[in-house]
Nanobody, 117 residues
Framework: QVRLEESGGGLVQPGGSLRLSCVASGSIFSPNVMGWYRQAPGKERELVASITTGSFIQYADFVKGRFIISKDNAKNTMYLQMNSLKPEDTAVYYC???????????WGQGTQVTVSS
């Protein structure tokens, strides 16, 4: 069983920063991809950033230059450093890990990020 737990969300003013963490526990062995997603009220869940086993990184266009994804394999933890936050970044942020063979996806329960003055 795999468990993912996000933390680090909260209320921040526009232009501020937050650092999200996602700790993985259980039967984990080199996920193929780890990623951060977000879902705003009334909108579909969307990819924010992802990082592969080989540390290939992708960002959604709307966070490029502002967010940084990273991971610490020794701690089974993934991070999302969010800078220059905007009100439109307000959403529940989820972490996800993916395995390709066999295909398995695991999600965390999410952490709320609210950007407001």
């Amino acid at each position: 069983q795999v468990r993912l737990e996000e933390s680090g969300g909260g209320l921040v003013q526009p232009g501020g920063s937050l650092r999200l963490s996602c700790v993985a526990s259980g039967s984990i062995f080199s996920p193929n991809v780890m990623g951060w997603y977000r879902q705003a009220p009334g909108k579909e869940r969307e990819l924010v950033a992802s990082i592969t086993t080989g540390s290939f990184i992708q960002y959604a266009d709307f966070v490029k230059g502002r967010f940084i994804i990273s991971k610490d394999n020794a701690k089974n933890t993934m991070y999302l450093q969010m800078n220059s936050l905007k009100p439109e970044d307000t959403a529940v942020y989820y972490c996800k890990i993916e395995y390709y063979s066999p295909i398995r996806n695991y999600w965390g329960q999410g952490t709320q990020v609210t950007v407001s003055s």
